[in-house]
């Protein structure tokens, strides 16, 4: 089967810094806002779709071929889905304050309090908790303390 170059051209960005790899986006999946960060699609309700920036989103947690993630909208914060898995989140997210917990959650480290092991609760700074059916690793407890 042949690819067809033009398409390809038209449906990718090209994002790349001088000394970086070249990377393509679709240009429906994230954008550049005029302060220079780049913002990413999430799907809110069905066709409903509300641009965040990475520093918006607190909590990840992987749902297949989609990811469901928690997000600050001002002082509430809401549920959206974005069709991705976590490894292509994480490419796209270029702060170092996202750690993978393991392979079915991540967290934005600037919103972290704690985890209650006994209860497999995720507790975020503003006291708002999220259930944790999956085991995390000691090790990467002990990170998130840091």
Partial sequence: MERNPSFIEKTLEPVSQPGEKNIAFSN???????????????????KSYTWVQPEEILFVKS????????????TQKKWMIRHCTIKDLLTILTHDHFVRLNKFYMINRNHFSYIDENEKVLYLDDGFSIPIS????????????D
């Fill in 134 to 145: 999956h085991r995390i690793s000691p090790f990467i407890i002990d990170i998130l303390k």
């Fill in 28 to 46: 429906t999946s994230s954008k550049v806002a005029k302060t220079g960060t780049e913002l990413i699609r999430f799907e809110e309700k069905r």
């Fill in 63 to 74: 749902a297949d071929h989609y990811v469901k993630s928690l997000i600050q909208q001002g």
